[in-house]
């Protein structure tokens, strides 16, 4: 979204003006104004060929009233123009003596106007629609605390067609109605509004709503399209009116200084082909012949479930590493080919990757899924489990990396909490299906108290300052560290597991922190450390800590049950911290999804993300990473990328899953692959440019003036 300063005219350049009206026309665009310097019967307009650079069209405007006399403009506002058949129909507010009204008045020029009576009192917002009729009769949308159809045969005599439309106002009290443009569209009536905050002074936001063409009063659905930042706060300034164009939507504004500027929507019309708001959260599309994967019954090894796919894009095709489970209940890798990003093209027929390690579950191989591992009997009975199975290489992710294939999975023997591992392969190799990957290494170590065993990891695919950048989970949040070399192991380092967000230094370091400990006051919130018995081993305590409200110290923002080893292990420094958001869909716990993406924007990441609002759903979302700091975010979708809503991601071993592992760029088209339901593989598409332009507009967006000459 661009923030665009317009010139007028030069002759205005030196005096004050007050915007009226924007309006196109023939591919022109006419900015409607009344300079300091102007007759109180006179306004001026401006045209321009590109919306940018303007010249005088006409400097002596005006609206002739019955007894030939011409309207006092200084006393007129609002104004919106609509084309109805060879003439032009405007709408303005007129206010005299503390009352207003809402009149209508025509020209076939746009600088010869006549009145042609009253429409409404109390003095409201409204507009015409364009070119439109409904039996006959001219429709017009007006009001400012809930939305009034109107009807005509002559422009002059109106009668209500329906209305008050309450549906527009979530809450009528303290909020105020503009409209800026309708226009007939092929799905309906599409009503552009501003919504104004009246209890904050110049608060607005953009909704658009769609009402039925048969039945103009009818809505069909309303939609937030944009909210005012900080930052435009700043520029205390009022809406002037909208244009919508092609695929394209512009809002004007007008400063209190005088400067106008556009916010311009490039991609519009894609609000009105999808029902979840397209700049709240960017919009992304499943593929209707999902799943792309499903298990193949007389293949014994993934009989089960085949999910959880990563991707790379290489030689013109989509390469699929997916998790699948068979009869032996053991999780292996499988692999897929497929041309175009959607459809499977090759298959191959046995694993290309299997536990060989005991901490991923070579034991299971070799004996069975029904054999007891220690104090557990594996099937379904130990609390590790995560999806069908019973332990194996899970969840695979896979970066190219200095000529190699990098693979990042969790690693779960049966018995104790999965850990993450990877191992490498040439590129050569994979694609010459010689499987000759490198002996795994774990990434974590050995976990000692539940929630610490570190899952979800993968490889960026470049260094940054010279150092390989890990990111990886550690319940709830998902961590970003720097490191040399990938030597890892018992004598070298682990992956640290993270500490909650806001946790002070002071009540990090285990030897200090007791548990019962005075209540420690952040910007989040009240941290208050407590003690926890272990699901595991009745006789072990952990420690944990809670985020309480700063007003309602009853109230529990966040849980952090579990946040440091006991064990002494040393632990890398992370650098840095990505947490879930509280009150947020996001707001329990968050991991890596895909490996992230470079584009020119950032690192696009894919995440999968579980809210406390509704625990039992794992969702999808989208961030933008700073290029040099992974750590950093730039822009986080305010609302979920992928809901489970599909039969295929509510029917399975686990229901109400979306679980991404794996995402390119192919073309100009985003593929995100993700495992439904624990069971079967998918894919979600969408255009990547239109894709970034959506996550940048929604949540943390900040507006970037641009000026034009």
Known sequence: MKKKLLKFGRQLTPYKARALAVFSNENKLYLLYQSSMSSVGLFQIDKSPNGVDFSLFDDSASIKISDGKKENIANCSDFRISKAGQHFFLTYKNTLNKKSHLEGANSSDLV????????????????????????GEYVLYFGEQSIIVASSRDLIKWRVLGG??????????????????????????????????IKRKNIFSIKAALFDKDS????????????????????NSLPLGAILGGNKLVAYWQAKNGEIFTLTFPYFASVLTHIKPAFISPIISKFKKNPILEPIIHHFWESKAVFNPTAFYDEGKVHLVYRAVGDDDVSTLGYAVSHDGVNIHKRHKSPIYVPTQPFEGSELVARGHCTRVKKYKIHKKSPYVSGPGVGGCEDPRITKLEGRLYMTYAAFNGYEQARSAFSSISVDDFHNSKWNWEKPTLMTAKPTVWGTGGKNACFLSEKINGKYVIMHRFWPNIIVDYVDDLEFGEDSKFLRTGRPLNLPDDMWDKGRFNTGAVPLGTDSGWVVSYGTQSKIDKNRYNIGVRLLDK???????????????????????????????????????????APPIKTDEGWLLIYQAVGYHDSSKYKAGAMLLDLNNPAKVLYRCSSPLLEPTESYENEGHKAGVIYPCGAVIKNDDLLVYYGGADTVSCVAHANIHEFLYQLKSSGNATLKSEELH
Not at 115 to 130: A, D, F, N, Q, Y
């Open 551 to 593: 007003d309602n110290t009853k109230k529990i923002l966040a849980d952090y049950k579990n946040i440091c080893d006991p064990d002494g292990t040393e632990f890398l420094e992370s650098e840095g911290i990505i947490a879930p958001r509280a009150h947020a869909w996001d707001s329990a716990k968050i991991g890596i999804g």
């Open 164 to 197: 008050p439309i309450n549906q527009l106002m979530e809450n009528s009290k303290g909020i105020e109605i503009k409209i800026a443009e309708v226009k007939e569209v092929e799905e309906g009536i599409l009503l552009i509004y501003y919504l104004k905050k």
């Open 112 to 135: 010869n106007w006549e009145k042609l009576g009253r429409i409404s009192t109390p003095g409201e917002t409204g507009m015409l629609v364009p070119e439109f009729k409904h039996k």
């Open 216 to 235: 103009p009063s009818k809505i069909l659905w309303d939609k937030l399209i944009w909210e005012q930042s900080k930052e435009f706060e700043k520029k």
